[in-house]
Nanobody
Framework: QVQLVESGGGLVQAGGSLRLSCAAS????????MGWFRQAPGKEREFVAA????????PYADSVKGRFTISRDNVKNTVYLQMNSLKPEDTAVYYC???????????????WGQGTQVTVSS
C-alpha cells in the first residue's frame, strides 16, 4: 500500500505559478511510476504528467506542455508539479497517483491522493 498526500493548491491569477507537492508513504521502496491528473467540474479526470522511478518524464498532456514540469525526489519520497503561466482552463482538482508499471493510463494507477484544488482567476 502507498499513501499519497497532495499540497500546494490554491487561488492564483492567470499567468501566475504554483508548485504542487505529493508526499508518499508506505511501500515507497517499490519503483512506482508517479503521475499527476486533474479533474475540472463536469469533466472526466485527465492525464497531466508522469515520471518514472529513474526520472524519465513521459510526454506531457498537450494542454500543459511547455508550462508544467514534473519532478521527483526519491530520498524525500515526494513528487512535484511546477505549474507556470497558469490559465483559467487549468482550474481543477489535481490528483497525485502511483502505478507499479510504466504507464500514463489512468486505469493503471492503483493509488491516489485526495486531491488539491487549483483555481486560476482571469
Amino acid at each position: 500500500q502507498v499513501q499519497l498526500v497532495e499540497s500546494g493548491g490554491g487561488l492564483v491569477q492567470a499567468g501566475g505559478s504554483l508548485r504542487l507537492s505529493c508526499a508518499a508513504s508506505g511501500r515507497t521502496r517499490d519503483s512506482y511510476n508517479m503521475g499527476w491528473f486533474r479533474q475540472a467540474p463536469g469533466k472526466e479526470r485527465e492525464f497531466v504528467a508522469a515520471i518514472a522511478w529513474n526520472g524519465y518524464r513521459y510526454p506531457y498532456a498537450d494542454s500543459v506542455k511547455g508550462r508544467f514540469t514534473i519532478s521527483r525526489d526519491n530520498v524525500k519520497n515526494t513528487v512535484y508539479l511546477q505549474m507556470n503561466s497558469l490559465k483559467p482552463e487549468d482550474t481543477a482538482v489535481y490528483y497525485c497517483a502511483a502505478a507499479s508499471g510504466t504507464t500514463t493510463r489512468i486505469v493503471d494507477y492503483a493509488y491516489w491522493g485526495q486531491g488539491t484544488q487549483v483555481t486560476v482567476s482571469s
